[in-house]
Structures are given as C-alpha cells and as structure tokens.
C-alpha cells in the first residue's frame, strides 16, 4: 500500500465496518477530502477487483484491497465534487454499482420533536421505502426508527441479503436510520437487518411496509408511494340509516380477475341484496404458512393476494363511481409475536409492554407515543391513500381493557384500581380526533364486545368519539338462543329479550361478523338443530328479527345464499331504510316492548315507531303456529311482512284482509288484537285508516 493512502487508514473505522458495528458508515465510506486529493472508500465482500470511474474524465483508478473482507480504498487526485460510479469485478462478472454515500438522507425540521410527541401523524411519508429522486437520480430511500439498535442495514435480492453492504446511516440522535440505494427501483423485496448491541443480528420485515410479497415468504415490497388524499374524491356524509355488506377481497381473487371485474362484482351483489355501504375486513390480512395461520403482518401493507395498492384503489374508486361508499378495516390492538416482526424489533420492547404472548400474539403498549404515532400513522394511511369513507377499528376489547384475555395475576389494575386500560382509552380518543378533523365526514366503527356507554359518545362530552358500535356481543346472543331446539329456547327466553337493556346504550350497528361463523354468516343455519328446511326458515326468522330490531345492520357476504334469500335481504334493506318507523334507532322512542315474558310459546311482540308512525312486530320461535292476543291502541292493522311469505322461499300468503282491534284487555290494554302466528316466522302489521269491512278479532 502506498504511504499516501496508508497515512488516511483508520483501522478501527474500517473494523467497525468489516465486521458490521457502524451507525455511521457515512463517515468512513464514499468520497472524503484530504489532503492530497479525495479518499473513496467502499465495502464489497467478495469482490476480486474494484475501479473507481471518474464519470467526468471517463478515467478508472484501481482500488487497493486494504482488508480481505473487502475493503478497499483509493486515493485520488483533484479538489472539489467528483462524480464517480464503481466498477466492481465478481470473477468474471463486472458489475457497475454506484456510490450509496453520496445522498445522505434527512430527518429534518422539527420532525423529530413531532415524534417525541406522538404527533407525527404522516409518519408513513418519512419512514418505509419510497421511491423517489434525488439530485436527479432514481432510487429508493429506506428509513426506520430503531433506537436500541447497534447497527441497521438494508438486504435484499440487490445485495444477496448480506446485511454488510448497505449498512443504514443513523440520520439522528433518537435512532432514526437512513439509506438511499441509487438504481433501486419499485418492484425490490427487501427487509432490515438489524444488529442488537449484544452482537445477534436479526432479520426484520419494514414496519411501514407498504407492500408484501406474494406466496410464502415474507419479504417487503418496495412500491410507489399510493397517498393521495388531495386527489379528486370529495367525501360526502354517510346517511344515518344504512345497511352494510361485508366482504373479503380474499374470496375473490382467485383466478386473473382484474380489479374492475371485482368492483364489478361487489357492486353486483350489494346492489341485488340492497346494500349501500362496503365492509372491507381484510384489507391488511395476511396468510403467510412460516409466519401465521392468519393475521396481520404489516400493518401499512394491504393483503398481498390483492392485486396491488393501485389495485385496490381502482376497486374503491370504482366502487365510488356508483355511489358505494367503503369502510376499511385496522386492528391496532396487537401483533403476530414472530421473530422477523415488531417483537423486539430494536433488541427492546419498542411496540410492546411486559406482558406475556397470548395466542402467538402481543398487545401493543398505548403508554408510548411512537406507538400511538405509529397506530394513528396507520389509520391515516388507509384512509388517505384507499379514500375511505370509514374505518371500523377491531380489538377494541384488548385496547380498553387490561384484564382481556389474561388470567388474575398477569394485569396490573390502573391508578384507580379499575381494569380500564387507560392508555388504550386516550390512544383511541387521540385517533378519533385527529381523523375527524383531518376527515370531517369519514366515519369510525369501533367492533367491541362489552357493554359500554361511551364508545360513541363524543369527545367533548367525555367519550371516545366513534361515530357507530359494531356490537358483537349482540349476534354471539341472538346465535347462541337459536342454536337450541325448542324447548332450549323455552327455557331461555331472556337470551332474546336481554339486547334492549343495553341498546340504547350506543349508537349500534347490528352484524353477524363473529369469526366463529366462518365469515360466512348463512352458515349459520347449519348449526341450527332441525331438519334442512326449518334451517331456512330460522335463517329467515334470524335475520328479519335482526332487520327489525333498534340498529343498523351489517352483514356478511356469502357467495351462494339459499333459494330466495337474496329477494328475503333486499326487502329488509329496502323496509328498513324506507320506513319512518325504523328512524329512531338510538332512542327508546322507536322502540317498546308489547310482551317479552311469553316463553312458553318463544314469542316476543314489539313495536316501531316514529311519531304517529308505528310497526307492530311479533316473532315466533317455536315449531308450532300460534295464536298469539297482545295488547295494542285500537285500530285497524294489517299484515305488511311475513319472514315466511312464498316469495321469500316460504309457504306462506300474506292475509289481505286487515284486521281490528277487539275491546279485550290484554297486556294492560283495554284493547287487544288477534293473530295467527306461523311456526318459526316473523310478522309485521302496519297501522291502516279505519275500514268497515276489517275482520274484528
């Protein structure tokens, strides 16, 4: 080696980078000013020969092998700037690579204050991998947030996943590390590679992954960046009265189908069944077999059996186009507790708490704001960059409450001695204000079990500020009292009449979303204990009583439904949407009981109503028809709907004739009404003007 060159040689900042130690390898790779010319230093394992390209003279200048790792160095003459690329030699294979040093990422202004304080809310545009340019080159730009690590470096296919050559420059004291690779386009898979200060190295996925490759590995994908909030979608208020289909995208991927065949397709359905709002729960869901049977992954990136991020977009957009309006799906309660994951993304606990794994999975720590930042980062990213018009947010149960799912011993009470996750509570409140106010007519769903009475209540009056509450506690009862056989249902009557305590509660929206079911809620009827056509009428009867009932309605997409049920779920949405009776769903001013004690027969009687207006309900779940007398203000009723009308795949005629009241006192009403139930059928009666001819019963 020449004295010159031998003389700039500084042998523990070429160690640190040898053997993968360096923060900062900024510092000691690229091209430095000396004195007598510029240092280039550069780090290629396994090369056999490396010249220096000076792409102004066109002159290549050999590079001395200074470690047998492969580390090499040059110096060369001249003052000022230099542009260079590196003529690199594998055996007899010359590779052109050029010099990563030379951009420096920045994590400028006050951003890292923001960070600190939970309140870099686009912190998706910053960290990741964006392809972008820089000083008129082509690139991507990775950066991620990794304070406890000794070291971060970016592998991939690019540099045969060896974590020595791009060793990631630490752009700022809190860990913020950077890198910028020239040439690397959209398209790359790639993950991090981190170094723990106790020397083990582990192989990580992007925390803000946008992309995931397809198939069974589990590499991130790097993908243009797909925000664009300020694009031409003007976002319009959701109707207080609607009804929303639920449907995987993963059912409808299979085969070449293009993003607008499956617009095309939803829209199909949700227009034949009447729906006017699109539950997309898997928008983030993954199936990766050496990761997880099944869960989130990444929590940026969309499904990767889905076309793509410009996929989905086209179906929403589409969507869009015909007046559908979207709602996505985020579960930011908890992780998949894997190796290449958050868990101990940084060699600490940077998302998670101390608690123990549950179901492979860990509970993410609200006390920290990166992680709030991170979790609201996340939902304004679906938002912006899918142009939704909601988000219904899932596990809400783990994020307000410290005792879920976790035995006595393994949860610490709060500083009231509640089991209130309060933590979890302002997370929710601070994502709650910041979408509505970045969103104003975006809605947000909370999917929760437990009863409550604040999850819709708005900030300002000291709630959490959910615009609607999918209640699943709610199906897991209705489900639960229609699995038994008929005397069961005698004998727990009250598992029927035991929602209206609590469903005034919130603002509801009804669903049949448990996992239990499959995400196929017509499965239902095949755990109902009767032969196959009395599981379609109690299919029938479930879902009208469901439509019938103070709430919204949501319910799932089940490819083939039984004969006739797609006319049966069009009525409903189109009664339910359409009569004044059903506007008062928050309010015990829509709803009140006529009888609920009458076990013996399984029936229940109601009413709904809206002023002057009112629908008198009655359901019988037992096998046998019914005379059933209740108690109701005189007049002439007659029948609008019967869950098991011919039309619907039943065999029953609608009565024609109305009917009128009779002076026989019957539930603490002087008068009374009269009518034949069928076996394991809903009726509904609507008030008509008087009519001499009415049957009086």
Not at 319 to 328: M, R, T
Request: glycine content about 10%.
């Amino acid at each position: 080696m020449e004295n010159k060159l031998y003389k700039h040689m500084n042998w523990p900042e070429i160690e640190s980078i040898v053997y993968s130690e360096c923060s900062n390898p900024e510092k000691v790779l690229g091209c430095h000013q000396v004195s007598g010319g510029h240092l280039i230093q550069a780090f290629f394992p396994g090369a056999d020969e490396v010249k220096i390209h000076d792409l102004k003279t066109d002159k290549t200048y050999k590079a001395e092998c200074v470690d047998e790792e492969g580390f090499y160095a040059a110096l060369i003459p001249g003052k000022g700037a230099i542009g260079y690329d590196y003529k690199v030699l594998y055996g007899d294979t010359e590779k052109t690579c050029p010099e990563v040093y030379k951009f420096i990422p920045e994590f400028w202004g006050d951003l890292g204050e923001k960070l600190d304080a939970g309140i870099l809310y686009e912190s998706y545009r910053y960290f990741g991998a964006h392809f972008v340019e820089r000083k008129g080159v082509l690139g991507t730009e990775f950066m991620t947030y990794a304070p406890g690590a000794e070291r971060v470096s970016v592998v991939g296919d690019f540099n045969n996943w060896d974590g020595r050559v791009h060793q990631m420059c630490r752009i700022d004291e809190r860990g913020v590390f950077g890198l910028f690779i020239p040439g690397l386009s959209k398209g790359a898979l790639y993950k991090f590679e981190v170094k723990l200060l106790s020397g083990l190295t582990f192989l990580k996925r992007d925390p803000f992954a946008t992309g995931l490759e397809k198939g069974e590995g589990d590499a991130c994908l790097v993908l243009s960046d797909g925000s664009d909030e300020k694009g031409n979608y003007k976002r319009t208020a959701v109707k207080d009265r609607f009804s929303v289909m639920s449907i995987g995208l993963d059912s409808l991927l299979q085969g070449d189908r293009k993003p607008s065949d499956i617009a095309g397709y939803i829209m199909s359905q949700a227009k034949e069944k009447g729906f006017d709002l699109i539950l997309l729960p898997d928008m983030t869901r993954c199936d990766f077999k050496n990761v997880t049977d099944n869960g989130t992954v990444s929590f940026f990136a969309c499904n990767p059996n889905l076309p793509s991020v410009t996929g989905l977009k086209e179906i929403v957009d589409e969507l869009h186009a015909h007046s559908f309006k979207v709602i996505g799906t985020v579960e930011p309660s908890r992780f998949i507790a894997d190796d290449a994951g958050l868990r101990g993304f940084d060699g600490t606990r940077l998302f998670e708490g101390n608690e123990r794994e549950i179901a492979d999975r860990l509970n993410f720590d609200f006390s920290k704001p990166f992680v709030r930042n991170y979790l609201i980062s996340v939902c304004d990213y679906h938002v912006s960059t899918f142009r939704l018009d909601g988000l219904c947010i899932g596990g809400m149960d783990r994020i307000l409450y410290l005792d879920y799912g976790k035995f006595d011993g393994e949860w610490i009470p709060n500083i009231y001695g509640g089991n209130e996750n309060l933590n979890g509570q302002e997370f929710i409140k601070h994502m709650n204000s910041i979408l509505h106010k970045r969103y104003p007519k975006l809605i947000t769903l909370a999917k929760d079990s437990f009863v409550s009475n604040t999850l819709t209540l708005p900030l300002d009056e000291g709630g959490l500020g959910f615009d609607y509450k999918i209640h699943t506690q709610f199906d897991r009862d209705l489900v639960k009292y229609m699995e038994r056989d008929v005397r069961g249902r005698s004998n727990n009557h009250f598992e029927l009449t035991y929602s209206p305590v609590y469903i005034y509660c919130e603002k509801f929206i009804l669903s049949l979303l448990n996992e239990n079911y499959g995400g196929d809620a017509f499965k239902i009827a095949e755990r109902f204990p009767f032969a196959d056509e009395d599981r379609l009428k109690n299919l029938r009867l479930m879902t009208a009583y469901m439509y019938m009932h103070p709430g919204r309605k949501c319910l799932p997409f089940a490819g083939e439904t039984p004969d006739k049920f797609d006319s049966l779920l069009a009525f409903l949405n189109e009664f339910y949407k359409g009569r004044e009776e059903f506007k008062d769903d928050d309010t015990d001013r829509g709803f009140e009981w006529i009888n609920a004690i009458d076990s013996e027969d399984s029936v229940v009687a109601f009413k709904r109503k809206h002023g002057k207006d009112m629908l008198l309900v009655i359901a019988n779940f037992s096998d046998k028809p019914v005379n059933f007398r209740m108690g109701i203000e005189e007049g002439t009723y007659k029948e609008a709907f019967a869950s098991e009308q011919i039309r619907f795949g039943g065999e029953y005629k609608l009565s024609g004739r109305a009917k009128q009241t009779s002076k026989v006192r019957c539930d603490g009403k002087e008068d009374s009404l009269a009518v034949k139930l069928a076996p394991f059928c809903l009726h509904v009666y609507e008030k008509t003007p008087c009519q001499t001819k009415a049957e009086s019963v």
